[in-house]
């Protein structure tokens, strides 16, 4: 079992650029989450999707969109992106909401 | 507003010497405490869940306790591998408006020195 992965590790965009994020989990969890981590703040949460099908606003959604491909994938996409965006981003799965989250290796975003 | 709050913000002890480390909160209803280990440039690793005042969790050197205020995590003659930030989180009911997910606090940064 590899878990959460999360591809890519490391990525640097320029101010308005766009890429995509991407999260599997292959312990066939429903819920999946979106969190981003910066010095001072904490883990926040972006996106969740409680189950395969729907995806809900967190703590910090703004500048990003999520897709729930299938039960197995959640992708985070910023359309264009900014400095206040560079953060590292994590995602995580867990088998109902009320359960323990695990959480993927996470990636280390820089915009200049 | 619904907080959570660990102290302290970091701590060094010697190995061989036991501490704790506190989660205090403010949540309108927990639906569960969670503690977590993150080691540096890697995700949290998840260690214990709490549901009710009481209930107290064990693994190896870690115990984690739960009070109706706050969470205790005690750590039993450390070694230098359990040096790493230790992460509180709470979840609350989703129907009482709050999103799903966990609200995190800060973390404590545990060295233990050989």
């Known amino acids: 079992n590899a878990g959460v992965t999360q591809t890519p590790k490391f990525q640097v965009l320029k101010t308005g650029q766009s890429m995509t994020l991407q999260c599997a989990q292959d312990m066939n969890h429903n819920s999946m989450y979106w969190y981003r981590q910066d010095p001072g703040m904490g883990l926040r949460l972006i996106y969740y999707?409680?189950?395969?099908?729907?995806?809900d606003k967190g703590e910090v959604p703004n500048g990003y969109n999520v897709s729930r491909l299938n039960k197995r994938e959640f992708s985070l996409r910023l359309e264009s992106a900014a400095p206040s965006q560079t953060s590292v981003y994590f995602c995580?799965?867990?088998?109902?909401?009320?359960?323990?989250?695990?959480f993927g290796p996470g990636t280390r975003l820089t915009v200049t | 507003e619904d907080q959570v709050t660990q102290s302290p913000e970091a701590l060094r002890l010697q190995e061989g010497e036991s501490s704790s480390l506190n989660c205090s909160y403010t949540?309108?209803?927990?639906?569960?405490l969670f503690w977590y280990r993150q080691d540096p440039g890697k995700g949290p690793e998840f260690l214990f869940t709490?549901?009710?005042a009481g209930e107290e969790k064990e693994k190896e050197r870690l115990k984690a306790t739960l009070t109706k205020k706050e969470s205790f995590l005690h750590i039993t003659a450390p070694k230098p591998e359990d040096s790493a930030t230790y992460l509180c989180?709470?979840?609350?009911?989703?129907?009482?408006?709050?999103?799903?997910?966990?609200?995190f606090g800060k973390g404590t940064h545990l060295i233990i020195q050989p």
């Open positions: 999707s409680a189950s395969e099908g729907t995806t």
């Open positions: 709490l549901y009710s």
């Open positions: 949540v309108s209803g927990l639906r569960g």
């Open positions: 989180a709470v979840s609350i009911p989703y129907s009482g408006g709050g999103a799903d997910g966990l609200t």
């Open positions: 995580a799965s867990s088998e109902s909401r009320e359960g323990e989250q695990y």
